[in-house]
T-cell receptor
Framework: RKEVEQDPGPFNVPEGATVAFNCTYS??????FFWYRQDCRKEPKLLMS???SGNEDGRFTAQLNRASQYISLLIRDSKLSDSATYLC????????????FGKGTSLLVTP | DGGITQSPKYLFRKEGQNVTLSCEQN?????MYWYRQDPGQGLRLIYY???????QKGDIAEGYSVSREKKESFPLTVTSAQKNPTAFYLC?????????????FGEGSRLTVL
């Protein structure tokens, strides 16, 4: 089952660019939404939670559209260190509230 | 420092052998999870546990077994019945069972079957 869908990329952008990632989810009962970041061969780490009202953390902005079951992440003024895979994550009440992970979108920021 | 410790980091196994991956957390979290990640794939849930002495199958539990005898520990056994065991295994915990919150991950265990 494809509960969380993301464009796998890769997205290759120059430093300073703005880049947006999108994600759709299939379970309308999902309650919690997150973006995680995963560096190559490392464990995922929480980047930010996503709230209905939208939220911003420095250069990162996350938006949630419950009606369309759509989540987005905007990265402004990209840095080389932003190069990673970004995972869209949605809660699953059917599995003890374990999180369902998308396959990730790969970002490469170039000089 | 609080966190999740997985061991071993790298493991090689011959076909037909069982292997157990260790996961220990000192965060006092109720819920613990095991995920598997294959190249180019998302994380897939193997097993989860919301409370000591209780655990549930995730999406891909076949060929795996777990135990949760202590709150801090949630070991995963990869049995010989698992057809494609070579993967990156990630253990995670969250503060309260039944509430989706941030997952804290260990550094992972890479299992290679020779």
């Amino acid at each position: 089952r494809k509960e969380v869908e993301q464009d796998p990329g890769p997205f290759n952008v120059p430093e300073g660019a703005t880049v947006a990632f999108n994600c759709t989810y299939s379970n309308s009962a999902s309650q919690s939404f997150f973006w995680y970041r995963q560096d190559c061969r490392k464990e995922p780490k929480l980047l930010m939670s996503v709230y209905s009202s939208g939220n911003e953390d420095g250069r990162f902005t996350a938006q949630l559209n419950r009606a369309s079951q759509y989540i987005s992440l905007l990265i402004r003024d990209s840095k080389l260190s932003d190069s990673a895979t970004y995972l869209c994550v949605v809660s699953d009440s059917n599995s003890g509230y374990a999180l369902n992970f998308g396959k990730g979108t790969s970002l490469l920021v170039t000089p | 420092d609080g966190g999740i410790t997985q061991s071993p980091k790298y493991l090689f196994r011959k076909e037909g052998q069982n292997v157990t991956l260790s996961c220990e957390q000192n965060l006092n979290h109720d819920a613990m999870y095991w995920y598997r990640q294959d190249p180019g794939q998302g994380l897939r849930l193997i097993y989860y546990s919301q409370i000591v002495n209780d655990f549930q199958k995730g999406d891909i539990a076949e060929g795996y077994s777990v135990s949760r005898e202590k709150k801090e520990s949630f070991p995963l056994t990869v049995t010989s019945a698992q057809k494609n065991p070579t993967a990156f295994y990630l253990c995670a915990s969250s503060i309260l069972a039944g509430i989706s919150g941030e997952l804290f991950f260990g550094e992972g265990s890479r299992l290679t079957v020779l």
